[in-house]
């Protein structure tokens, strides 16, 4: 049985014979182990349909093969294809689903499906586009069910039912026009249409096949192993396609989400050699869906991953190696096209360059990007510049960035990383604190108790308050200053330092910022400290969550607060608010999973009781039994809906903020008659489109809240269309 | 036929970075099936070839990469308790640390090559080389010369010292 797998999963690979040899010889084993194989052989082919979709006309030629010897077998396959795709559909595999659908088209050219039929399925996909009251995203699909078949089929479909066709691309081409487009410029990388535009996906796609039709249905690209067996294949009996009607939408239905076609080369980027398709050649459509098909197979293996693109069947007709290997050139075009492109793009762009330049040595030429020298600091590609450098200097070290870039370039480089220890200096006695911190100090050093910390703080007065309610600790934003710069600083050697100075003292963290004002002002003297150094910044605030010395919602708003105004546009702290997110995330995943685990276990006590033979009349022991997990369970639910709340209350407040923040800007300029669109508007309004796109499966369930409390009509337009290219996301 | 979409294929699951080595460790305490079982659920990584002056900082950005990083805990010559060439990172999830090897293993930090390999998880004491001379066993033989570690290998170095000609 492994050796079927094995057999199937490899043909179509290097090998030292022909494919059409291997495939004959392949078709041959199978036949002769149907009698004994055969479910098992149906479930392996229906498996590589849907999980090698690169490999899928070697596998429509193996199929057409074996129906041709064995017609039953055929039509099983084809039956159980369609059970696959019905499957598929009900739990949301749309993406597997449209191989399934590709699959089953091309089974037309390998005279295993008879034509009509499959125009017959087409009929029903387009039709749901006539359907009521469903999102359009449903619609969507099933239309690109249809159109990424064509490619494959459309010479052969159009042949035999060339009116039924023309019918179907001119439902199609009314649906294009009819359905809403709100959702693309939330999904663009750029946000100017040259030198390529940013199509939606559907539009390109559609310009595509009308390309192909023109062009008579020829498509050259697709390898096609049937052709080899025409005389044998057109002699095999054909099945029809059951009639198959779309499963209806229901609450759970989740369909994919539209996308922008992303696009940076044209032919005129290549200098020799052959040449590159069109944007809206079909061929460029079914090169990215196979390169795209290589990655997702072979992302674990990334030796494996880079030779099959590197050997992928026809690249010498296409220039795929030159665009692979000439990272330089990307990388040019992509600086050069900063100034519109999107932030979380850009952020991209500076992970990956200074990962990569951090294993290549940083040699670059940093002098072809001394354009950038001469703009504003804000401006997107003197931007670009700080950040990739800050980045390589946390992958390397100050001294080493300040030694790779030209002097012009040192007003870009970042600042030293050191601790700035507002007591550290005789000159400052005079602030208050100050001989509280010396003590502090000492007793640090000299292995101090928490409770002994205690003590000695207890001699800070509160700026806040005239009475000085000694017992209670309210919020005392010195005390909370003196302790942690002092502790901060003696700690600043490593991030291990850090992180055992915040264990030890524990106790007083969490004394001191019990209050939320407490919380946010330990955050705003970590950032007084450590300024310098973003990096121990937001491991350090990553620290103070997990240890519950700060909550998700105090950092949001630290985050928005006016003192961290000059660092709002700085990545270092989106990625920040990213991962405290994430955090939150991830904690009531985890809370409601240990719930899912407790209610199954009593579930399963319960079962063994049923099961038991004995007839126990004991009702007071089983109901013993159940208590204590009874107990669990009401806990973890109570917990799971602290958790949510928590979690709806982060989002919900750095909605809020956001909308403060952009909405003054917006009336500022207004009232004094500037163009809304300055740099830092960009980047806000694209970090408030982050938030949901990163995070849109929790948001999801917010609309409704959203929609009433804070994106409501009266709310400037600018920021209110964000709210609609989100919501047009799913509708 | 029920559960198609149950059925995968064992050739395409292929994940060879993430496999185990040959590597166990004599210290372990426990059986090798134990050890073994330890290694294949492991979200800690051993991290070798590093240069002795390597900092955390420096770890935590490139391990980030792959995932929340619960841990970092730098490999120290025994003796005289600074950095040795290794390191220990933990993430919070395994498949976190599966990317790591992926990703991270045989690509540089610091313009060095390095590798990582599972391990079965830190113990106190584990952080500390196991050399003669106290950094790890690979500096006590090795024979190139290794600007980022000390230069020559520990034993090559008492050599070199021994065969100082006699001044008197």
């Known amino acids: 049985e492994e050796r079927l797998e094995s057999l199937i999963c490899r043909v179509g690979e290097k090998s030292n014979s022909s494919l059409e040899s291997n495939l004959e010889g392949l078709a041959g084993v199978l036949e002769a182990d149907l009698p004994n194989y055969k479910s098992k052989i149906l479930r392996i082919l229906c498996t590589v349909a849907r999980l090698l979709p690169e490999k899928l006309t070697v596998y429509t030629t193996l199929v057409g093969l074996l129906n041709a010897r064995n017609y039953n077998f055929g039509g099983e396959f084809v039956e159980a294809m369609i059970r696959q795709l019905k499957e598929c559909l009900k739990v ?22 008879a034509a009509p039929s499959m125009v017959a399925m087409f009929e029903n996909f387009v039709s749901v586009t006539q359907e009521e009251d469903v999102p359009q995203v449903r619609c969507d699909w099933y239309m690109f069910a249809f159109l990424s078949s064509l490619p494959w089929v459309g010479k052969e479909l159009y042949e035999k039912k060339d009116a039924e066709i023309d019918r179907l691309l001119s439902q199609t081409e009314s649906y294009l026009k009819r359905r809403q487009k709100i959702h693309v410029p939330m999904l663009q990388v750029w946000t100017a249409d040259k030198p390529h535009p940013q199509e939606e996906y559907l539009d390109c796609l559609w310009s595509q096949i009308q390309k192909l039709k023109k062009d008579r249905w020829q498509e050259r690209h697709i390898l096609r192993p049937y052709l080899a067996f025409d005389s044998i294949l057109c002699e095999a009996l054909q099945h029809n396609l059951p009639p198959f009607t779309p499963p209806p939408h229901t609450e759970d239905s989740v369909y994919p989400m539209p996308r922008v076609i992303f696009r940076m080369f044209d032919y005129t980027d290549d200098p020799e050699g052959p040449v590159m398709p069109g944007s809206h050649s079909v061929e460029r459509f079914v090169i990215e869906e196979n390169l795209h098909c290589i990655i997702k197979s072979h992302w674990k293996e990334r030796k494996t991953c880079a030779a099959q693109l590197l050997s992928y069947p026809g690249n010498n007709k296409i220039p795929l190696n030159y665009h692979i290997v000439e990272l330089a050139q990307a990388t040019e075009m992509l600086y050069m096209r900063l100034d519109t492109m999107n932030t979380t793009c850009v952020d991209r762009f500076i992970n990956w360059f200074s990962h990569h330049l951090s294993n290549f040595q940083f040699r670059w030429s940093w002098e072809d990007w001394s354009d950038c020298l001469t703009q504003d600091l804000e401006k997107p590609k003197p931007k670009f510049v700080r950040e990739v450098l800050e980045k390589c200097m946390r ?29 550290g200096d005789e000159s400052n006695r005079s602030l ?15 292995k101090a108790s928490n409770d002994e910390i205690f003590s000695i703080l207890k001699d800070v007065p509160n700026p806040n308050q005239d009475d000085d309610d000694d017992e209670g600790f309210t919020f005392n934003p010195l005390k909370i200053e003196v302790f942690v710069q002092t502790l901060l600083h003696l700690a600043a050697k490593s991030f291990s330092h850090s992180f055992s100075a915040l264990a030890k003292f524990h106790e007083v963290f969490k004394t001191l910022a019990e209050s939320d004002e407490g919380k946010l002002h330990v955050l705003r003297v970590v950032y007084e400290v450590w300024k310098n150094h973003p990096q121990m910044i937001a491991v350090l605030v990553d620290k103070m969550i997990r240890t519950q010395i700060v909550d998700c919602a105090a950092v949001a708003n630290w985050i928005f607060s006016s003192e961290l105004a000059h660092d709002f546009t700085r990545f270092y702290i989106w990625e920040i608010l990213h991962s405290t997110i994430r955090k939150m995330n991830k904690h009531v995943l985890k809370i409601q999973k240990e719930l899912e685990e407790t209610k199954a276990r009593l579930a399963r006590q319960h079962k063994r009781r049923d099961s038991d033979d004995d007839d126990d009349d004991d009702d007071r022991s089983s109901d013993r039994e159940d208590g204590p997990l009874e107990e669990q369970i009401e806990r973890l639910q109570e917990k799971v809906e602290s958790a949510q709340s928590e979690q709806k209350n982060l989002f919900l407040v750095i909605f809020q903020r956001f909308i403060m923040l952009l909405t003054e800007h917006l009336v500022r300029c207004e009232t004094g008659g500037i163009d809304v669109f300055t740099p830092w508007y960009k980047s806000c309004i694209e970090r408030l489109q982050q938030i949901f796109l990163q995070h849109h499966q929790i948001i ?27 919501c047009a996301l799913q509708a | 036929m029920s559960g198609l979409l149950h059925t995968t294929l064992s050739g395409l699951n292929s994940d060879s970075y993430c496999e185990i080595s040959q590597y166990r460790d004599q210290h372990f305490r426990g059986s090798r099936q134990l050890q073994e079982k330890s290694l294949k659920i492991s979200s800690t990584l051993y991290v070798g070839n590093l ?35 290794f390191c220990f990172v933990e993430y919070y999830t395994r498949a976190d640390a599966e990317h790591a090897m992926r990703f991270i293993n045989g690509t540089r930090l610091d313009d060095r090559i390095i590798r990582t390999d599972w391990d079965a998880g830190f113990k106190e004491g584990r952080q500390y080389g196991r050399g003669k001379t106290g950094g790890q066993v690979r500096d006590e033989y090795r024979t190139d010369y290794d600007v980022g570690r000390g230069g020559f290998g520990k034993i090559i170095q008492m050599q070199k010292a021994n065969h100082q000609p006699a001044i008197y």
């Open chain 1, 395 to 423: 992958l390397s070290y100050h001294q080493r960035i300040i030694d790779i870039v030209p002097t012009s370039f040192s007003v870009l480089s970042p600042a030293n990383p050191v601790c700035i220890y507002k007591y």
């Open chain 1, 432 to 446: 208050p604190g100050y001989t509280v911190a010396l003590c502090l100090t000492i007793a640090i050093k000299n």
């Open chain 2, 51 to 85: 240069s002795f002056y390597t900092t955390e900082e420096q770890i935590q950005e490139l391990f980030s990469k792959c995932g929340d990083v619960k841990r970092i805990v730098m490999g120290l010559d025994k003796i005289k308790k600074t950095p040795c060439g």
């Open chain 1, 700 to 726: 999801q369930q917010y609309m409704v809240t959203l929609e009433n409390l804070l994106f409501t009509a009266e709310l400037d337009h600018h920021i209110l269309a964000v709210f609609q290219q989100f």
């Open chain 1, 92 to 113: 949301n595999m749309y993406n597997e689903a449209v191989h399934l659908v590709r699959f089953l088209s091309d089974l037309v050219n390998c005279h295993v499906i």
